[in-house]
């Protein structure tokens, strides 16, 4: 019989640089290969398996929701999507949320929005600014909206309208946006596949009342971020200062594909029927599931563990650093999304080392590697990686 390996590479179109490894079950924070070998994630597929694997909360999810009913369509009314919009608003700035399947989609929703809410309400131009290293998605409005040149070759041309500043460089935006020609701000509050960058809180604040008083409207990108990633349960709860529209997806509904945009009500009036749409947007089954997941990132203490194993990473991390000065060259990290920048090595094959010895992480940058392990990992498992990651650049200092 041929091996998932061999029919993969014969029949699946060739857009990702996989690893030389078959997953087949998974338990908690660890997975196993197909010959039941362990190993331990650090990855959460990226950045989605935010309560590890078969989870029961999650499983009997999936189980009650499935025998009842699977999809309907968004002409009727459906509980588990009235309740999860509910708790999404509940907890956040947003008035209401829009459903769809996958963070790209949610981006689209979002600057679709921006755009709509410019033309009906603000009367600004349909311009949108982002952020160089910036990371929103593969479909043409996500994908124009991302500055990084490498995932734009091939494609142009891009969607109009988009203008990349520095992440940090208020004035650039400042300039850009006195003749009313832009309607929004895009912004990661961490930029997960740039590299683990964390935007400076002054720039995030002067971002904000940028564009509040240019009737624009702020769109935290929370795609991989959101949903307790960072040790509060949206990122930007870490900075004092609400967006006006947010996205959501990865860890949402428990590893099953969702999306969300969610607004304030005076944004998300300029939406009406017709305007946009998606067949399987926050359909029962995705919307069950991602109730049980919210209920147990809100349970009482989840987060604060979070944020106590958050220092408990960075920490080890830097004592990492501090062992290997002339082969680290930066960590960054914010709950429990960590980068471990080197000077010289290549994070994919640190990546591959790591897979030898048992350990799932990924490889961001070309020098970068992130660490996003469930938000459930257990300080003992934080310290196997640890002293894994430290043998192996032990060998690379004596090998070099
Ligand atoms: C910040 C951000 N936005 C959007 C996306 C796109 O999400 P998806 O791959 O679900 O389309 C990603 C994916 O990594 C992301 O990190």
Known sequence: MATAKELTDKYIMNTYARFDLELEK??????YDEKGRSYLDFASGIAVNNLGYNNTKIISAIASQAEKLIHVSNYFYTAPQALLAEKLCENSFADRVFFCNSGAEAVEGAIKLARIHAKKISGNGHKIITMNGSFHGRTYGALSATSQEKYHKGFEPLLPGFTYVDFGDLKAAADLVKGGEYCAVIIE??????????????YL???????SKN????????????LGRTGTLFAYMNYGVEPDIM???KPLAGGLPIGAVLAREEVAKAFEPGNHASTFGGGPLVAAVANAFFDEITKEGFLDEVKEKSKYIAGKLLELKSKFPGLIKDIRSIGLISAVEFFDLKARAVAEKLIENGFLTTAVQEKVLRLTPPLVIERGE??????ALGKILAEQKKGG
């Open 205 to 211: 604040k002067g971002i904000r009342d940028l564009t």
């Open 382 to 387: 934080i310290d196997l990686i640890i002293s």
């Open 247 to 249: 996205t959501l997806a």
């Open 215 to 226: 009737g624009m409207l702020l769109i935290s990108d929370e795609v991989q971020v959101g």
């Open 189 to 202: 509050p961490v930029q997960g596949e740039g590299g683990v960058n964390i935007v400076p809180e002054a």
């Open 26 to 31: 998974g338990e908690g924070c660890v997975l």
